[in-house]
């Protein structure tokens, strides 16, 4: 039987996570599959730290060397994120010949032509599915099951707490301090939660899933990104009301052979299957020419779902005869600097004749056609009134143009959400 060496990168909550995953299947595995797996050394910053898991001390090096350049391990696995220092120790094993399986979004979408061209020299193989949506295997579908498709659009919800932020928000009318710091005391959301609800998260990750949906690498800085700070508990409510769900969304299209990554906070209507895809779970909706529409849901985190994409990445890589790459072309994507799609558009505007007239003409003059159009009274701002828009498709740049042009002294507190999925 094929025995593969592993050397793990960390040994926090998702190192342990594979730890306690490989003791519980390894015989298992090892019957179906034909492969059994040796967990050979451990690069920790404690070897003393408690674990929650009986892990020999014996495997514990705090030396990067020990793991990196000793040819007996034939597998590196990284679950220690961030981009530094585990770049640097990715493509050190890949260009020692390792084959790498990593969780890490940031460090792969940051360092994807490097990884890509040290595992292409050095013939080691990549894997990375759970570097996107934890244990749905959203990689290994588009890269590989769906291969035969020309895919059109993937829209997602990849990260699961500003979608846990978004769902409490919908559901109880809170504020996003209020859920946010709710977040942060039962441990759903990191002290420091920048990384996710900025949206930084969500680039990473569509920035790998739009590269292997489009054959074209999709820089990280390429991808628009707005996050859920400014989202008004008025705005969910007044969507809620005309159908609409509000979701930190996820959306790469080919259109016209440019393609469009952007990460904000878009609504869907609630007859929409991402419309239900509440709390902490994610969801991938792919669109294929001949495929159709398809949608991806489960566990995006945690220890054990991620765990799950890791193993089943290295049982791949250690059955594999040789490592397959994804079909990325050299040429560099085309990015799109406007896009279309249908607005709702909520403004705080002077309740007096003639200012509705106004409004829709500035619109119409920048070819932004309105669907529908909501009016409501304000208690307690005399002589003002909310009015919410919802645009047909236009372009984006298009509806800017028109906002630009309104008197502020007419219409305050504009915001402007995309709307997705008719
Ligand atoms: N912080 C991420 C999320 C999980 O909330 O989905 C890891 O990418």
Redesign the pocket.
Same mark, same amino acid.
């Given at each position: 039987m094929k025995r593969t060496r592993i050397g793990f990168l960390g040994c926090g909550n998702i190192g342990c996570g594979v730890y306690r995953l490989l003791q519980r299947q390894g015989k298992r595995i090892e019957e179906n599959e034909g492969v059994s797996f040796e967990i050979a050394r451990i690069l920790v910053r404690s070897k003393t730290k408690a674990r929650g898991v009986e892990i020999p001390e014996r495997l514990f090096t705090t030396e990067p060397q020990d793991v990196l350049d000793d040819e007996r391990i034939d597998v590196v696995m990284e679950f220690m994120g961030g981009e530094e220092p585990a770049a640097s120790y990715i493509l050190r094993a890949l260009r020692n010949g390792k084959t790498v399986v990593t969780a890490n !979004?940031m460090a792969l979408a940051t360092h994807w032509d490097e990884m890509i061209a040290a595992a292409r020299e050095s013939g080691a193989g990549l894997y990375y599915e759970a570097s996107v949506c *934890?244990a749905i295997p959203i990689i290994r579908a588009i890269g590989d099951s769906l291969q035969a498709n020309r895919i059109t659009s993937v829209m997602g919800i990849? #990260? *699961?707490? +500003?979608?846990?932020i978004l769902s409490r928000m919908s559901r109880e009318g809170a504020s996003y301090e209020e859920v946010l710091s709710d977040a942060q005391r039962l441990g759903l &959301?990191?002290p420091d939660p920048t &990384? @996710?609800v900025e949206g930084y @998260?969500a680039a990473y !990750?569509l920035s790998i899933l739009s590269t292997l949906s489009f054959h074209r690498h999709v820089p990280v800085e390429c991808v628009y990104r707005e996050g859920i700070t400014n989202v008004t508990p008025l705005d969910v409510r007044l969507g809620r009301e005309m159908g609409l769900t509000l979701k930190l969304l996820a959306v790469a299209k080919e259109e016209e052979g440019r393609v469009q990554a952007r990460v904000h906070p878009t609504f869907v209507p609630d007859t929409h299957p991402l419309a239900s895809v509440n709390g &902490?779970f #994610?969801a991938v909706y792919v669109d294929g020419d001949a495929c159709d529409e398809m949608m991806f849901y489960g566990r *995006? &985190?945690g220890d054990m779902p +991620?765990a799950s994409a890791l193993v089943s990445d290295l049982i791949k890589a250690a059955r594999a005869e040789r490592h397959a790459l994804p079909a990325v072309g050299a040429v560099p994507c085309e990015m799109a600097d406007d896009w279309i799609c249908e607005h709702f558009v909520r403004m705080q505007v002077s309740d007096e004749p003639g200012v509705l007239a106004v409004l829709a003409g500035t619109f119409a003059r920048h070819g932004v056609s309105i669907a529908s159009m909501v009016q409501k009274g304000e208690s307690g701002t005399q002589g003002r009134a909310q009015l919410i828009f919802l645009t047909h498709k236009a372009s984006e740049r298009a509806v800017r143009s028109a906002l630009a042009e309104m008197d502020g002294s007419t219409v305050s507190q504009v915001s402007v959400i995309r709307v997705e999925g008719r």
């Open positions: !979004k *934890g990849i #990260n *699961g707490t +500003t979608n846990y &959301a990191e &990384a @996710d @998260d !990750k &902490a #994610n *995006g &985190a +991620t």
